[in-house]
Each structure stands twice: as C-alpha cells, then as structure tokens.
T-cell receptor, first 110, second 113 residues
Framework: GDSVTQMEGPVTLSEEAFLTINCTYTATGYPSLFWYVQYPGEGLQLLLKATKADDKGSNKGFEATYRKETTSFHLEKGSVQVSDSAVYFCALNNNNDMRFGAGTRLTVKP | DAGVTQSPTHLIKTRGQQVTLRCSPK?????VSWYQQALGQGPQFIFQ???????QRGNFPDRFSGHQFPNYSSELNVNALLLGDSALYLC????????????FGPGTRLTVL
C-alpha cells in the first residue's frame, strides 16, 4: 500500500539556520502531498500542499516541491525561528486514503 | 468561524470499557475523518463519514465504529477497550469536493488503564 517515509528526528537547530526535513513516498497513481505541523498539545495544522508533479507549496517561509521522479517532497526553510519548534508530518492523499509519516520533531534554540 | 472541535479533551477508561468521542466539523464542511495517533507516531486513518455513511475505512477492527449526524457532527465509539487503544484521537473535517484539504481538531487524549 501507499506509505510515507520521513527523516527521523529529533532535529535541533540554532535560530536562523537552514532547515531541511526529507520526505519520500510510495504510491500508485498521482497523490496529493502535504506537510502538517503539530505544536505541543494541539492538533495538526496544514502547513503547505502540492497536488501535482513540479508544484511548489509554500507558507510562512516554508517550501516543498513535488518531485515525481524522486518521489520526494522535502520541506525547507531558509531561516528558522524558535517559534518553528514543533513536530512536522509529511502526508499523502491518494483517492481519499490519507497516509502520514511518523513525524520529525524540530527544536530551534535561540 | 469555529474550527473543528472535539470533546472531551481527556478521558481515562479501564480495559473492557466502552468510550464515545465527539467531533463537530468546521462550519460548511460535510465530511468527517477520524485518526488514531499513538505517542511518537503519525496519525493512522480509522474511517471517514459522509452523508451519514461510512465512506472509507482503514485497517481497524470492528470494535471501532462511528456515526455521523444530520448536522455533520460525528461520534467515534470504541468497544472492549485495550491498553493499546491509548492514543490521541483526531477528527478532521473537509468538503467532499475538496477532500484533499482536511482541517484537524485538537484531539481527545484517551488513556486506557
């Protein structure tokens, strides 16, 4: 079946550092891809999405590009802030079948 | 505009008991999905409801059942609770025409002792 694999955490960075969280997927057909963020004690918030190959999703300085040739959707941010500390989930939706990665915990230190 | 709401926030039950969790979707949404998120894991899809019918189901036993009401709100019922059912249960709502974009509630933390 479909699956999502994302880079294991935890990831610890200093403020203003560059962030990459790797995500690859296995799916039949053409899924939509997502990044969700979960702050402590809260539900998941949609961070960005891409619905077809070569689409770039972006929000709040975060970006990810749907790469069909490498089945990847890596999350990047040029300069992280302490407030970006959270758990990040890569996910796919393929014909209403939603699959999530295990999550990557990011801690940003001042 | 209220987002997705869930109740209760926390719940403690013992093995063998039954539990009911509740979800109200975001205003204007007609589809509700339920997920189980074990500690340190990503959410696992349980099932989805649309027009008061179970539309799709993940790999969960029949002990997990649900319901959707005419006002689109939904319940998740779990019978014969096991220790392994301890998790955060998340509800997500969407429009059936835009099911790609799901909005999540804060979750209900269930602890089974």
């Amino acid at each position: 079946g479909d699956s999502v694999t994302q880079m294991e955490g935890p990831v610890t960075l200093s403020e203003e550092a560059f962030l990459t969280i790797n995500c690859t997927y296995t799916a039949t057909g053409y899924p939509s891809l997502f990044w969700y963020v979960q702050y402590p004690g809260e539900g998941l918030q949609l961070l960005l999405k891409a619905t077809k190959a070569d689409d770039k999703g972006s929000n709040k300085g975060f970006e990810a590009t749907y790469r069909k040739e490498t089945t990847s959707f890596h999350l990047e941010k040029g300069s992280v802030q302490v407030s970006d500390s959270a758990v990040y989930f890569c996910a796919l939706n393929n014909n209403n079948d939603m699959r999530f990665g295990a999550g990557t915990r990011l801690t940003v230190k001042p | 505009d209220a987002g997705v709401t869930q109740s209760p926030t926390h719940l403690i039950k013992t093995r063998g008991q039954q539990v009911t969790l509740r979800c109200s979707p975001k205003s204007g949404h007609d589809t509700v999905s339920w997920y189980q998120q074990a500690l340190g894991q990503g959410p696992q899809f349980i099932f989805q409801y649309y027009e008061e019918e179970e539309r799709q189901r993940g790999n969960f036993p029949d002990r997990f059942s649900g319901h959707q009401f005419p006002n689109y709100s939904s319940e998740l019922n779990v019978n014969a609770l096991l220790l392994g059912d301890s998790a955060l249960y998340l509800c997500a709502s969407s429009l059936v025409t835009h099911n790609n974009e799901q909005f999540f509630g804060p979750g209900t933390r269930l602890t089974v002792l």
